[in-house]
């Protein structure tokens, strides 16, 4: 089955705890992005990446990292998470960039 | 910057009724896409327009582009329980695509 896969669905951490989120495609798609979803602000673009090893920042990028090593796979890194950063997460993929998006089940974020 | 303004915001309808809610902007996208996310889960990709004017149907679920390629509607017939959720429209202009903020919908008994 086609699909983005996110993992954890789920996670509470702590201010400054280094974490990740995975995320995995199966589906060869060779653009990838993380949005954020807050209440009254919609989905938010962090970082988007266009094929392996290319990376840029979108529109909220501050405090996140990411890493594109094999086109399967697209990892968000919070080095050091802030309660601003408590968010629902989102990782997308698509067959290119502005092709529609196809959308993991989320990764719910809290940070203490 | 591009926005795109979704609405409503919140709609409370009841079951059986139809359903319209439109995105505008202003400015011109080339894709508008229409998505529903259920609770607790990632938004799914519902209908897909390519053309202005175009008008694409998916079962109960009817989307049209604009003709000034600044706009679509999307309708929802006949509503049903599991309707009930948050629609997203998007748009793609330079291979960007910008999201509205999304229609809540809430259906009665």
């Known amino acids: 089955e086609a699909q983005v896969t996110q993992n954890p669905r789920y996670l509470i951490t702590v201010t400054g705890k280094k974490l990740t989120v995975t995320c995995s495609q199966n589906?060869?798609?060779?653009?990838m992005s993380w949005y954020r979803q807050d209440p009254g602000l919609g989905l938010r673009q962090i970082y988007y990446?266009?094929?392996?090893?290319?990376?840029d920042k979108g529109d909220v990028p501050e405090g996140y990292k990411v890493s594109r090593k094999e086109k399967r796979n697209f990892p968000l890194i919070l080095e050091s998470p802030s309660p601003n950063q408590t968010s629902l997460y989102f990782c997308?993929?698509?067959?290119?960039?502005?092709?529609?998006?196809?959308f993991g089940n989320g990764t719910r974020l809290t940070v203490t | 910057g591009q926005q795109l303004n979704q609405s409503p915001q919140s709609m409370f309808i009841q079951e059986g009724e139809d359903v319209s809610m439109n995105c505008t902007s202003s400015?011109?996208?080339?894709?508008w896409l229409w998505y529903k996310q259920d609770p607790g889960e990632g938004p799914v990709l519902l209908i897909a327009?390519?053309?202005?004017?175009e008008l694409t149907s998916n079962g109960r679920l009817t989307a049209q582009f604009g003709i000034t390629r600044k706009d679509s509607f999307l309708n929802i017939s006949a509503s049903i329980p599991s309707d009930v959720g948050i629609y997203f429209c998007?748009?793609?202009?330079?291979?960007?695509?910008?999201f509205g903020k999304g229609t809540r919908l809430h259906i009665l008994p």
């Open positions: 327009l390519y053309k202005a004017g």
């Open positions: 998007a748009g793609n202009r330079d291979d960007k695509i910008i």
């Open positions: 400015s011109i996208f080339n894709t």
């Open positions: 589906m060869n798609h060779e653009y």
């Open positions: 997308a993929s698509s067959f290119r960039q502005g092709s529609p998006l196809h």
């Open positions: 990446s266009m094929n392996v090893e290319v990376t």
